[in-house]
């Protein structure tokens, strides 16, 4: 069955970001002069996904103010003849279908994940996570993981691959194949594994294509690491009934969340536009001194 729909939570807490998060969603925290969030959408739609079902949470109004229309600055934006910025502001919003619902108390990604199960029908699903920004290397990370789950037509977890260092700090994947091919089928995943405990360095990386069945198990998901329903636990559980594979992308990852993924994501897209990159690359000499 094709994949149609796509779901980000966006309802975390994002203390990790906090004073900021207090009152700005971390998933509107603009990377050079676009939220995150937006770039995420823009990923589901070059990758072919129109209907977009957005999690939110109480204080997250600034993520539907930004999709929805603003007739008034429109209108302005008209009357100027600001035509290119009237483009900035309504181009996403012309063509997609996005939705939202709200989480009303973070339990969790797992918890999260559960609040699209209406919206989602029993369909399978693409699962991207609104802090987690990728520059696929061909194509949008999204895109490569749909193309491998029409192979294997089961849940597939993007994944990447990280450093020793790094290991303890991901959901990490025990695989049936120790092959380092892109495309494996998962053994189980382990969540934040101590470096000697891993069995492999394919980390989780916040792109997911999954079955319904997935809702079926979250319903019943007990609370696990952090006090929180776990995406990571049910989709152990659903190991039990279908293959699931892993998918290695091949891109960058930033995690938006973490101040130092937010600030090497702003300078990589900083430098990469052509109107500031000669600016903003003299500034950081200068700076270095
Ligand atoms: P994180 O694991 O980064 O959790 O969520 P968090 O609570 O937002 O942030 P920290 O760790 O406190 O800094 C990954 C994604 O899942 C969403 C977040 O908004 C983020 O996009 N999420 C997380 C929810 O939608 N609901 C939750 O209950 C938890």
Same mark, same amino acid.
């Given at each position: 069955m094709k994949v149609k729909k796509a779901v980000i939570p966006?309802?975390?807490?994002g203390t990790r970001f906090l004073p900021v998060t207090k009152a700005i969603p971390k998933e509107m925290l603009p990377i050079v002069d676009t939220p995150t969030i937006e770039y995420i959408v823009r990923e589901a739609l070059e990758s072919g996904i129109k209907d977009i079902l957005i999690i939110v949470s109480s204080n997250k109004n600034a993520i539907v103010d930004h999709f929805d229309r603003n007739f008034e600055l429109e209108h302005m934006l008209k009357e100027k003849n600001k035509l290119d910025e009237l483009e900035k502001i309504t181009s996403v919003t012309n063509e997609c279908n996005i939705f939202f619902v709200r989480q009303?108390?973070? #339990?969790g990604l797992g918890h999260a994940v559960l609040c699209a199960k209406e919206f989602v029908g029993n369909e399978p699903f693409a699962l991207l996570l609104g802090d987690d920004l990728y520059v696929g290397e061909e194509k949008p990370a999204l895109k490569q993981l749909l193309e491998a789950y029409d192979k294997v037509e089961t849940s597939v977890v993007g994944t990447l691959y990280v450093d020793d260092w790094d290991v303890s700090k991901y959901g990490i994947c025990s695989l049936k194949?120790? @092959? @380092? #091919?892109p495309l494996l089928e998962l053994d189980s995943l382990i969540e934040k594994p101590a470096l000697e405990d891993a069995p492999s360095n394919l980390a989780i990386g916040g792109r997911y294509i999954l079955t319904p069945k997935i809702f079926e198990l979250l319903e019943t998901q007990k609370r696990g690491a952090g006090n929180e329903i776990q995406l990571t636990d049910s989709i152990n559980r659903l190991l039990e009934y279908e293959k699931v594979y892993s998918y290695e992308i091949s891109g960058r990852r930033y995690d938006i969340g973490s101040v130092y993924g937010f600030v090497d994501a702003t300078l990589d897209f900083a430098l990469k536009r052509e109107d500031i990159r000669d600016r903003i690359s003299d500034l950081i000499y200068k700076k270095r001194g």
């Open positions: 966006a309802a975390g807490y009303k108390e973070q #339990l194949d120790f @092959r @380092r #091919l």
